[in-house]
Each structure stands twice: as C-alpha cells, then as structure tokens.
C-alpha cells in the first residue's frame, strides 16, 4: 500500500499517542496544513479499517486507533515503517538536504540515535551519513548546537531548547517556499475566523505590530513549533537579558497570545516561552509605528556607518526622515543579532544585482556593525539595508553627493 507523506506522519502520530489527539495538535505537530487534517483523518480511517483497525472520533477531544496493544502497535509500527521507504520522495538526495534531515531528525528524538540507523532511513551508505554528519556539525554551529558521539549509543545533538527549534523553522519555511504553499498557509489564517491563528493575527492587529507577509509566516510557524514541542514535554527553562526592551509593549501582546493559547487548547507557555513569543514579536515587525528615541550607541553606529558611505560612494545620506528610519533599521538589526533572531527576505540574491549600489552599501554597514559586535549581517538583513538605501538614492532629491 503506498501512503502520503502527510498519512505516514499522523498515522505515527496516532501511533505514539497515549489519549485522543485532537486535529489541531496533528496539524501543529505534523506541520500539516489545518485545512487538510481532516481529509487526511478520512483517509487514514479507511487505511486503518483495511488493516484491521479502528480509529475513534469524539467531539471536542480528536482522534484514537482502538484497541492498541503492544503487538498491534508493532505491527502497525512495521507497516508504517515500510510505507516510509516506500516513498522515495521522503529520502532527501542532496548532501545538504541530508545534513538538514539528520538535524531535525536528531532533535526531533532528542536522545542517541545510531549512525546504521540513519543510513537504514536514507537508503545510503555510513560512509555517506559519515560524510554529512560533518557537514551537519558545520550548520548547528549557526545555532549553537552541538553533536556529541558516544560509542555504542550513536551521534546526539546538544543544546538549549530555544536553539534546537530554530532549525526546525528553518526546515518547515524553506519547505512551504518550496512547496508553493506560502500563501495559501497565510490565506487558510486569516479566512478561517474561528482557528487559534486567527485570534492570535487580532491580538497583534491590537497592539499595532506591523509585518510583512514573510515575517508574518516566520512568527506563526515558530509558534507552531514552540507549541508542537511543549506537547512533548520541550519547555524553554531561561530567559535572556530583557533589561533593554522589557517595557515594549509586544511583551503585553505576548501574555495576552499566550493566555489565548491557553484557553484554546490547555497548553500552557511559561514565562521564559511568553518572554520569547515577546523577542520574536519585537525582531520580526517592521519599522513601521516605532519611534527612535533618540538612543546615543544607535546615534553613533549610525553616523559613523553613514559617514563611512560617504567616503566610499560620495554620498550624504544624512537627511531627514532617511536618517530617522535608519536608526530604526540599525537598531532592529542589533536586537536580532544580540538574541540570535532572524528576519527573512527571499530577494537576497535577486537584490544583489538589482541593486548593486544600495547592496554595496549594506556591506559597509555589515562591517561596521562587524566591528562592535563580531557578527555579520544575514544576507535577508543585507537586502533590507540595500532597499532602503536604493530607495534613499532614487526617491530623495536630498541625497547628495558630496564633493571632496
């Protein structure tokens, strides 16, 4: 029997499941798409039924296969094994595409896992995981993570909680670009008024908290997995240093999304996993309706990033409002990189060369910001700073050269 990759996943999820699972948590653990949980549930009832087993609906609890006991769960555990490697289309081919499946694969488990055992879910060689496990200790460094090997137990990856989800929506957003399924993600929130995501967009329309599409994704499919690993018992224990955005109003808009959560679904979110909800809110908005205050460390960044541009190109780009939004930009930038945040824009190679002299811009900005806090600017942050200064080039008749 050849299953979908969306049955394979909620049939090991029924699987492992000790209580009813409701179609929500499915969707949040899976990563599958609400609208198509219940089409699934409907196939998988039939698939279930010629097995011989029986799955269960009961209002407002979700679903249970009937009846399990160890043997029958071996059983179904071997069938469904058997489907995986039955789809080829599950096996990544690329080396980067297999370091990225260890990665999630590792902390998906959470514990030792064997190198024959990941050779055995890829139809590769060890030598060939061998090879892409190096590649994959490379791409943890990104996150902080490492990956410890213990004789007789297998490879095992490390880290804080926070750090290990970061991957997991690096994964499932480079999935839904490449799936095409970006918007309609997006449009099943926003038409659906009754679903969790819904009231959660009202709570940040509340608190005016302006996003883009893609950063509007970003924060709702690192909710998604905040929620999905609290339901395996993966809570955040710490919080960073908040003493700089702690009167922010995305922090109130956080207590109120995760009260929401809460008496939605009974998952209840810890101050630590509230504080970063806040962090995201704050990293990923746009500029859009904040107001510098006029901060002396932003103030200096920013003159000397402008003054090393006007060096280098000629131009003054110190008027008013470009100077103001500016600041804004630096000073979201340094909150992302002193939490380790991110905000994505897929126009990063497209920018480039679209706009070659506001990019080469953004690089002088990149280094300077390089040297007072060791870290480079992501390449989506680099396209946000080549637009603004494309924008400040073309669009302000005050942005002038200036004659040396």
Not at 4 to 21: H, R
Not at 276 to 288: N, Q, V
């Amino acid at each position: 029997m050849n299953l979908k990759k969306n049955e394979i996943e909620i049939l090991k999820l029924l699987l492992t499941a000790t209580d009813y699972i409701s179609s929500y948590d499915i969707a949040t653990a899976t990563g599958i798409n609400r609208r198509l949980v219940r089409d699934e549930i409907a196939s998988i009832k039939n698939i279930l039924k010629e097995l011989g087993y029986e799955l269960i609906s009961k209002t407002s609890k979700g679903y249970m296969i009937k009846n399990k006991n160890s043997a029958s769960l071996q059983d179904l555990q071997n069938f469904i094994e058997e489907a995986q490697k039955q789809r080829e289309s599950l096996f990544p081919t690329q080396p980067w595409e297999r370091s990225n499946y260890i990665l999630k694969r590792l902390i998906d488990v959470d514990d030792y896992m064997k190198i024959d055992q990941l050779a055995d879910e890829l139809l590769v060689s060890r030598s060939t995981i061998s090879n892409d496990i190096k590649n994959c200790r490379h791409s943890m460094k990104k996150y902080h993570l490492s990956l410890i090997q213990k004789p007789n137990y297998g490879i095992r990856i490390l880290g804080q909680e926070i750090n290990k989800r970061k991957p997991i929506c690096d994964f499932l957003f480079t999935n839904l670009r490449q799936s095409e399924m970006f918007y309609d993600y997006l449009n099943s929130f926003v038409m659906e008024a009754t679903s969790l995501e819904h009231g959660i967009l009202e709570i940040i329309k509340k608190y005016d908290i302006e996003m883009s599409d893609f950063a509007l994704c970003d924060f709702l499919l690192s909710l998604s997995v905040t929620l999905s690993r609290i339901l395996k018992g993966k809570t955040v224990q710490e919080s960073p240093d908040l003493s700089s955005i702690s009167l922010r109003n995305e922090f109130i808009a956080a207590k109120e999304i995760a009260a929401f959560i809460e008496e939605k679904t009974d998952v209840h979110l810890n101050t630590h996993e509230i504080h970063w909800i806040g962090i995201e809110l704050i990293c990923k908005r746009s500029t859009k309706g904040l107001t510098f205050h006029q901060n002396p460390t932003i103030i200096r960044l920013a003159d000397e990033i402008l003054e090393t541009i006007a060096q280098q190109t000629l131009f003054s780009l110190h008027h008013q409002p470009f100077y103001t939004t500016f600041c804004l930009y630096v000073e979201n930038a340094l909150l992302r990189i002193q939490y380790d945040e991110k905000i994505r824009n897929p126009l990063f190679d497209e920018l480039k060369t679209t706009y070659p002299l506001g990019y080469y811009m953004a690089e002088m900005t990149s280094s300077v910001i390089e040297k007072y806090t060791q870290r480079k600017l992501s390449m989506s942050e680099l396209a946000f700073f080549a637009v603004i200064f494309h924008n400040a080039i073309n669009n302000q008749p005050d942005a002038k050269r200036k004659s040396y």
